[in-house]
């Protein structure tokens, strides 16, 4: 596609429950990123893929942050037992081998 | 423990004079510096970025300054138009990493007409 996809644009969800994020990366870009940004702040990283490699989980959380990219193109970020603290924009972003990010639209999780 | 330090929230400036976004770091490891611009309900969008071997890069309405004894990053944007009306995030990559982007809070600028 021309840019990159993220679906839903908004989601709510009940404490507790079980949410997924999906992310659609610009066709044939290698890199994919994940960012958390609250309100008021800076995204910050989560996750990178090179392909279907996950190589920097460094940023997640919590163990109730999971993703996954298993072909190597959309990416999933699942949040497990969600927590009010998880509110936020879920940022993907994805770059061919030496080129610059492309950010979408972004996810607004609130948490009630 | 912030790398990357915008300390002022806001700022207004009128149509056609100069904007200046400011940003501290941290860490003299780092390679790049980068702005991004971001207006509601869209992601960021990059803008303009400056190697650490440089201290300026200018395009077109926009030049950015780096100040590596002082650790400070500038943006300027002149002259300010209202469509420059955003939030302004400066990033750092640093070297070796995966090529993570580490933001600063942004600053919303607001050009008045």
């Known amino acids: 596609g021309a840019g990159v996809s993220q679906s839903p644009r908004y989601k709510v969800a009940k404490r507790g429950q079980d949410v997924a994020l999906r992310c659609d990366p610009i066709?044939?870009?290698?890199?994919l990123f994940w960012y958390q940004q609250a309100l008021g702040q800076g995204p910050e990283f989560l996750t990178y893929f090179q392909n279907e490699a996950q190589l920097d989980k460094s940023g997640l959380p919590s163990d109730r942050f999971f993703a996954e990219r298993p072909e190597g193109s959309v990416s999933t970020l699942k949040i497990q037992r969600t927590q009010q603290e998880d509110s936020a924009v879920y940022l993907c972003a994805s770059s061919s081998a030496q080129g610059g990010y492309t950010f979408g639209s972004g996810t607004r999780l609130t948490v009630v | 423990d912030q790398q990357v330090k915008q300390n002022s929230p806001s700022l207004s400036v009128q149509e056609g004079r100069i904007s200046i976004l400011n940003c501290d770091y941290t860490?003299?490891?780092?390679?790049?510096f980068l702005w991004y611009k971001k207006y509601p309900a869209e992601g960021p969008t990059f803008l303009i970025s400056?190697?650490?071997?440089?201290d300026k890069n200018e395009d077109g309405r926009f030049t950015v300054f780096l100040n590596k004894s002082a650790k400070h990053l500038s943006l300027h944007i002149v002259p300010s138009q209202p469509g420059d009306s955003a939030v302004y995030f400066c990033a750092v990559i640093s070297s070796g990493s995966a090529r993570q982007l580490t933001f600063g809070s942004g600053t919303q600028l607001t050009v008045l007409p």
């Open positions: 066709s044939g870009h290698v890199s």
């Open positions: 860490n003299s490891m780092f390679d790049y």
């Open positions: 400056i190697s650490s071997i440089k």
